[in-house]
């Protein structure tokens, strides 16, 4: 329930950040919720319990659970900074280009993006 509550967040946190630069705020919130929830899930389902499957025992299990938790938040978060970090450079990117091809149609006198370039660029303007 904490996780779900953290990616709401999370995803107010992206969109926020899109709107503020001109970007797709849904797009953004999706990313950012997906960069979150998607390492919480394999952290929390995959690797922690086959870290502590043979230390957990009856008595101790809710310190484990506890454990488990923080970890996973702080995995998921740890992951949304990156995530976050990749797009704002992507941004940055973006909008060099744009003022380096800003000069009249067929004025070759800069490099010209390439496809998949020019695809990441579409795709954070949406």
Known sequence: ML????????MGWFSREANSR????????????????????????FIF??????????????QFMAIGLILN???????????RTFLLSLDANTAQNNTRFSGAPGDNSGVQPSPTQRTIDYLSEM
């Open 22 to 45: 001109g970007r797709s705020g849904f797009l953004w919130g999706c990313i950012g919720a997906i960069s979150y929830y998607g390492p919480v899930i394999v952290f929390g389902q």
């Open 3 to 10: 996780e779900l509550l953290v990616m709401i967040g999370v």
């Open 49 to 62: 319990p086959e870290m502590v499957k043979e230390m957990v025992t009856y008595g101790n299990q809710g």
């Open 73 to 83: 938040i702080a995995v998921g978060v740890g992951c949304c900074f990156l995530a």
